[in-house]
């Protein structure tokens, strides 16, 4: 039984570091990171800009590569895959809110959250009909006809989440999920996130700045200068 799958962990990183180029530079974001993260937990990372955490996340969902280091999810060694493998591994077991949404322009909302199902091979219609299930769920109900240009930022942002829970993932990855959506919407974003990703099989893990969903989680990381510096179930007192 591999690392991960041993201890009971959604995701364990090992010494993993990440270097950049710049110019005739190279620049260390990522310091050996070693990292266990449990399933049925939300786990939150928080840290200022540049402090990493984007690339972290990038590197546990198969995105970007780590220069040193291993990765396992849900107990396969991912960066030990082919591409192939790769890229289906994060199809059937990952979903990923990127903070940029990056919704495709010329379909509308419900066929971008219908995306994950369509290129599992599901049938276009059964595949809109739960997108749009979903999107209920995220009270956008009424947006599913409209193109990623007619939608507002808020609502843009609930359709990238809606994409990225529809099919139901395995680890659910999310990039500042409320930083667009009031304190209402964003509560209701979390408590969906709750619901859909965080279960025994199943492990949720979000970056954000938000200290208004601070209190959500079970678990939260703090990154500083490419280093885990405080661990716990609350923020530390000096943040």
Known sequence: M??????GAAISTRAVTRDFKAGQQTITVLHGIDLE??????????GESGSGKTTLISIMCGILWPTLGEVEVFG??????????LVEFRLNNIGFIFQQYNLIPSIDAASNAAVPLIAQGMDRLEARQRAVAMMEKLAIGDQVDKLPNQLSGGQQQRVAIARALVHE???VVCDEPTAALDARSGRKVMDLLREVAVAEDRACIIVTH???????????????????THDGTSMPEDH
Do not use: M, S
């Open 2 to 7: 591999t690392g991960a799958a041993a201890t």
């Open 37 to 46: 993260v449990k399933a049925g937990e939300l786990t939150y990372l928080v």
């Open 76 to 85: 396969t060694d991912i960066y030990n895959l082919t591409d192939t493998q």
């Open 169 to 171: 993932p395995r680890l």
């Open 210 to 228: 938000d200290n208004r969903i601070f209190d959500l989680a079970d678990r939260i990381l703090v990154l500083e200068d490419g280093r885990i």
